[in-house]
């Protein structure tokens, strides 16, 4: 379980949000809204442990993110902006480099296998350089199924560049993950076909 | 223990492996250190003593100048697409991957300087049975720059002309090790035997791996809140 309690971020001299309490108990998926600006990836950042907060801590499972920083980014798979490609490696070079580094012992076959069912079997061994952005965004998408065993994922703006049946299938991967137990925090702008519609945290109202 | 180690192969193999896809960038730092030596006989005049006396901070002096050429590329593409983010939330020790990249580093652009070296001083008439003490110096004081380097590198990511703040920032604390490394071959020559120098220098490069890439992995995190 995930708990932020009396959050606040400042960006540079300008408090962007304060007094911000999360729950994201398992199974449970929210949905952080708002308009531009009001500090949805800076939230997600400070959840990761990438940012650091102004104010307020973040507990996963009852325990202060930054005291036991291993055991957190074990259990976490955090999807940013930048789909952390290197332009000069495959898809499966960059995927299988994104797990090892991560700390996943996984296999060639499982990485083949998951850039397969996210459809980029045809695109495994070209450069990085010549995908199109949707693409780009499906490599990074890709280790969530190789994710599963991580109980939470954080997702910024998951379905950007996607293509309408890649957007359905993303949100099917993630209610999946929900159903199995696990927490999903993410943003996005967009109306993704969730079976069951996520909960909202709108950051307008902690907004200063 | 084959746990802590994943991720120090991945981003080794990784990165040596991106260093060979653009290896242009590579022949880059050798070529430009080949230059830098060569450009001194020129400036100079080609008075024989005065060479073999300059031979040892010549050399030195453009080890580290391409070295400092390359550093700002240690880290750069990888916070710009978003690596150094994920390498940042692995569960494994962040030291053990900088150490990883920072090895790296120094096989691509530090090991072809110490290889090329004993060349470039046959061309200031170095004597033959100093060359060896000239890659032993610079075989351990190289990494120390790497390391040192990475620190800097580290402190400047994402800054706005951090090139040039890394050269103020790494360049004084590089004397040291210049200080030592050249003076090992001149003590060599002078007939008082390097010994001493190679042993700070070794010194000097054991303290570098401890405490570098600690300092390192805390100037990033600080680098990308």
Same mark, same amino acid.
């Given at each position: 379980?995930?708990?932020?309690?009396?959050?606040?971020?400042?960006?540079?001299?300008?408090?962007?949000?304060?007094?911000?309490?999360?729950?994201?108990?398992?199974?449970?998926?929210?949905?952080?809204?708002?308009?531009?600006?009001?500090?949805?990836?800076?939230?997600?950042?400070?959840?990761?442990?990438?940012?650091?907060?102004?104010?307020?801590?973040?507990?996963?499972?009852?325990?202060?993110?930054?005291?036991?920083?291993?055991?957190?980014?074990?259990?976490?798979?955090?999807?940013?902006?930048?789909?952390?490609?290197?332009?000069?490696?495959?898809?499966?070079?960059?995927?299988?480099?994104?797990?090892?580094?991560?700390?996943?012992?996984?296999?060639?076959?499982?990485?083949?296998?998951? =850039?397969?069912?996210?459809?980029?079997?045809?695109?495994?061994?070209?450069?990085?350089?010549?995908?199109?952005?949707?693409?780009?965004?499906?490599?990074?998408?890709?280790?969530?199924? =190789?994710?599963?065993?991580?109980?939470?994922?954080?997702?910024?703006?998951?379905?950007?560049?996607?293509?309408?049946?890649?957007?359905?299938?993303?949100?099917?991967?993630?209610?999946?993950?929900?159903?199995?137990?696990?927490?999903?925090?993410?943003?996005?702008?967009?109306?993704?076909?969730?079976?069951?519609?996520?909960?909202?945290?709108?950051?307008?109202?902690?907004?200063? | 223990? #084959?746990?802590?180690?994943?991720?120090?192969? /991945?981003?080794?193999?990784? +990165?040596?492996?991106?260093?060979?896809? *653009?290896?242009? +960038?590579?022949?880059?730092?050798?070529?430009?250190?080949?230059?830098?030596?060569?450009?001194?006989?020129?400036?100079?005049?080609?008075?024989?003593?005065?060479?073999?006396?300059?031979?040892?901070? %010549?050399?030195?002096? /453009?080890?580290?100048?391409?070295?400092?050429?390359?550093?700002?590329?240690?880290?750069?593409?990888?916070?710009?697409?978003?690596?150094?983010?994920? $390498?940042?939330?692995? !569960?494994?020790?962040?030291?053990?991957?900088?150490?990883?990249? %920072?090895?790296?580093?120094?096989?691509?652009?530090?090991?072809?300087?110490?290889?090329?070296? !004993? *060349?470039?001083?046959?061309?200031? +008439?170095?004597?033959? +049975?100093?060359?060896?003490?000239?890659?032993?110096? $610079?075989?351990?004081?190289?990494?120390?720059?790497?390391?040192?380097?990475?620190?800097?590198?580290?402190?400047?990511?994402?800054?706005? *002309?951090?090139?040039?703040? $890394?050269?103020?920032?790494? $360049?004084?604390?590089?004397?040291?090790?210049?200080?030592?490394?050249?003076?090992?071959?001149? #003590?060599?020559? /002078?007939?008082?035997?390097?010994?001493?120098?190679?042993?700070?220098?070794?010194? *000097?490069?054991?303290?570098? %791996?401890?405490?570098?890439?600690?300092?390192?992995?805390?100037?990033?995190?600080?680098?990308?809140?």
């Amino acid at each position: 379980m995930l708990e932020a309690n009396d959050l606040a971020c400042l960006k540079g001299d300008r408090l962007l949000f304060r007094g911000l309490d999360l729950r994201v108990v398992p199974g449970e998926m929210v949905r952080v809204a708002g308009p531009n600006g009001v500090g949805k990836t800076s939230l997600l950042r400070i959840l990761c442990g990438l940012a650091l907060q102004e104010y307020g801590e973040v507990r996963w499972h009852g325990v202060d993110t930054r005291r036991d920083r291993e055991s957190f980014h074990r259990a976490l798979f955090y999807l940013g902006h930048a789909p952390a490609l290197n332009d000069l490696l495959t898809p499966l070079e960059n995927l299988r480099f994104a797990c090892r580094a991560g700390g996943d012992a996984v296999s060639e076959a499982a990485c083949i296998d998951a =850039l397969g069912r996210i459809g980029l079997a045809a695109q495994r061994d070209l450069p990085a350089r010549v995908l199109s952005q949707g693409q780009r965004r499906r490599v990074g998408l890709a280790r969530l199924f =190789l994710a599963a065993q991580r109980p939470l994922w954080v997702l910024d703006e998951p379905f950007t560049a996607l293509d309408v049946r890649a957007v359905a299938d993303l949100a099917a991967t993630l209610s999946a993950h929900c159903e199995a137990g696990g927490c999903v925090v993410l943003t996005t702008h967009q109306d993704a076909p969730f079976e069951r519609p996520p909960a909202v945290l709108d950051l307008a109202g902690v907004a200063c | 223990m #084959s746990g802590l180690l994943g991720p120090f192969v /991945a981003v080794l193999r990784r +990165d040596l492996m991106l260093a060979w896809r *653009g290896r242009a +960038d590579v022949l880059v730092t050798l070529a430009f250190f080949v230059i830098v030596v060569c450009l001194f006989p020129f400036g100079v005049g080609a008075e024989i003593n005065q060479l073999r006396a300059i031979a040892p901070g %010549v050399l030195w002096v /453009a080890a580290l100048l391409s070295t400092l050429l390359s550093l700002h590329r240690l880290f750069a593409q990888d916070h710009a697409d978003g690596t150094l983010e994920q $390498l940042l939330l692995s !569960p494994e020790p962040t030291a053990l991957w900088v150490v990883a990249k %920072v090895a790296a580093h120094w096989i691509v652009t530090g090991l072809p300087l110490v290889l090329a070296a !004993p *060349g470039l001083a046959l061309l200031f +008439d170095v004597e033959q +049975d100093a060359l060896g003490v000239l890659v032993l110096s $610079l075989a351990l004081g190289s990494p120390i720059l790497a390391l040192l380097g990475a620190v800097g590198a580290a402190l400047t990511l994402g800054l706005r *002309g951090g090139g040039v703040l $890394l050269a103020l920032l790494v $360049l004084p604390l590089f004397v040291p090790v210049l200080i030592f490394g050249a003076g090992a071959v001149d #003590s060599h020559l /002078a007939g008082t035997g390097a010994t001493a120098h190679l042993l700070l220098l070794g010194g *000097g490069l054991l303290g570098a %791996v401890a405490l570098a890439p600690f300092a390192c992995a805390a100037a990033l995190r600080i680098a990308m809140e």
